[in-house]
């Protein structure tokens, strides 16, 4: 089931920033492991999802200087929804990659929980490939086109 905003961003008339190549075999392969399997991509999902939040907390400030820390907390939670992460995982087709455990249930596969893991993940790998900068620069242009 497509979230609303899943479809907004697969309507939107701008093409998404293009993603940063993973040429590392090694990264590449536990981005798209599931949890259910060994090698997973859970140690890269929470880095991920640290330098999401430090990227989304720095564009929201260089955005507007001025924001309470109250504000910008509210806003960050806005921007780091699992239904948004889940979304932009959406419309980079990242949850197909993704490798389960032949046991698991179809049903249980594609969850916002799974795709939002995945995308934070990606996040994590991109940071891993290349460091801070490059995954800064991918995701305030995420962050600018989103914000259109």
Same mark, same amino acid.
């Given at each position: 089931?497509?979230?609303?905003? @899943?479809?907004?961003?697969? +309507?939107?008339?701008?093409? *998404?920033?293009? #993603?940063? %190549?993973?040429?590392?075999?090694?990264?590449?392969?536990?981005?798209?492991? @599931?949890?259910?399997?060994? +090698?997973?991509?859970?140690? *890269?999902?929470? #880095?991920? %999802?640290?330098?999401?939040?430090?990227?989304?907390?720095?564009?929201?400030?260089?955005?507007?200087?001025?924001?309470?820390?109250?504000? *910008?907390?509210?806003?960050?939670?806005?921007?780091?929804?699992?239904?948004?992460?889940?979304?932009?995982?959406?419309?980079?087709?990242?949850?197909?990659?993704?490798?389960?455990?032949?046991?698991?249930?179809?049903?249980?596969?594609?969850?916002?929980?799974?795709?939002?893991?995945?995308?934070?993940?990606?996040?994590?790998?991109?940071?891993?490939?290349?460091?801070?900068?490059?995954?800064?620069?991918?995701?305030?242009?995420?962050?600018?086109?989103?914000?259109?």
């Amino acid at each position: 089931m497509a979230s609303i905003y @899943h479809t907004t961003y697969r +309507n939107a008339q701008h093409p *998404l920033p293009e #993603l940063p %190549q993973i040429k590392t075999v090694q990264i590449w392969d536990e981005v798209f492991t @599931h949890q259910s399997l060994p +090698n997973n991509n859970g140690v *890269l999902s929470i #880095l991920g %999802q640290n330098v999401l939040a430090t990227c989304v907390a720095e564009w929201l400030i260089d955005a507007d200087p001025a924001l309470s820390h109250e504000e *910008l907390r509210v806003r960050s939670n806005e921007r780091l929804q699992r239904t948004m992460l889940s979304a932009f995982a959406m419309a980079y087709d990242l949850p197909q990659l993704l490798r389960f455990a032949k046991n698991m249930p179809p049903m249980s596969k594609f969850t916002i929980e799974n795709e939002a893991a995945v995308f934070e993940a990606f996040v994590g790998a991109v940071h891993r490939e290349y460091g801070f900068d490059t995954v800064k620069e991918w995701l305030y242009a995420l962050m600018d086109w989103d914000n259109v």
